[in-house]
T-cell receptor
Framework: GAGVSQTPSNKVTEKGKYVELRCDPI?????LYWYRQSLGQGPEFLIY????????DSGLPNDRFFAVRPEGSVSTLKIQRTERGDSAVYLC??????????????FGEGSRLTVL | KQEVTQIPAALSVPEGENLVLNCSFT??????LQWFRQDPGKGLTSLLL?????REQTSGRLNASLDKSSGRSTLYIAASQPGDSATYLC?????????????FGKGTKLSVIP
């Protein structure tokens, strides 16, 4: 696609529920990243995929968070047993190449999650 | 641990003024630095990427400079316009090998008054 696409744009859920957020990166980009942004803060790193594998998941806050990218393109961020503190904007980004030297990142519009 | 600071947190200027946004980082062993723009309720738009070997990068009315040794970058906006109103964030990569994660500042919220 022309840009990084994220769905849903908004998600309201109740505490304890399960949530999936989807990211469709720019076609041909091998690297995909998930970030989380709380109000008034800069985005914080969650996880980085190079191809199908999670090359760095050190930013995931706990084991309720999990992400997959089974075919090396679309990725899904999964949150189990949601808590009110999970409320934030979840941003996905992609870049043509990953690795240590990285490259320019292109972000989607984000998925705003509200946990009641 | 890399820390990124942006000063000021907010800035209001009249239309037409030139302005400078500041970004500082604690670990100078970076590969590059990227400046982003974020409009309210929107994602991030990449403005400029400066490689560690570069000192400047220009795009239209924007000019970004990088001084690795002092841990600083500036974003210069010439002849500001109301459409420039947004939050501007800088980000640097994590310095660990085999990883690529960005550390962001909290941003500078710019308001350009017509």
């Amino acid at each position: 696609g022309a840009g990084v696409s994220q769905t849903p744009s908004n998600k309201v859920t109740e505490k304890g529920k399960y949530v999936e957020l989807r990211c469709d990166p720019i076609s041909g980009h091998t690297a995909l990243y998930w970030y989380r942004q709380s109000l008034g803060q800069g985005p914080e790193f969650l996880i980085y995929f190079q191809g199908t594998g999670a090359a760095d998941d050190s930013g995931l806050p706990n084991d309720r968070f999990f992400a997959v990218r089974p075919e090396g393109s679309v990725s899904t961020l999964k949150i189990q047993r949601t808590e009110r503190g999970d409320s934030a904007v979840y941003l996905c980004a992609s870049s043509p190449a990953g690795g240590t030297y990285g490259g320019e990142l292109f972000f989607g519009e984000g998925s705003r999650l509200t946990v009641l | 641990k890399q820390e990124v600071t942006q000063i000021p947190a907010a800035l209001s200027v009249p239309e037409g003024e030139n302005l400078v946004l500041n970004c500082s980082f604690t670990d100078s062993a970076i590969y590059n630095l990227q400046w982003f723009r974020q409009d309210p309720g929107k994602g991030l738009t990449s403005l400029l990427l400066i490689q560690s070997s570069q000192r400047e990068q220009t795009s239209g009315r924007l000019n970004a400079s990088l001084d690795k040794s002092s841990g600083r970058s500036t974003l210069y906006i010439a002849a500001s316009q109301p459409g420039d109103s947004a939050t501007y964030l800088c980000a640097v990569p994590h310095s660990g090998a085999g990883s690529y994660q960005l550390t962001f500042g909290k941003g500078t919220k710019l308001s350009v008054i017509p």
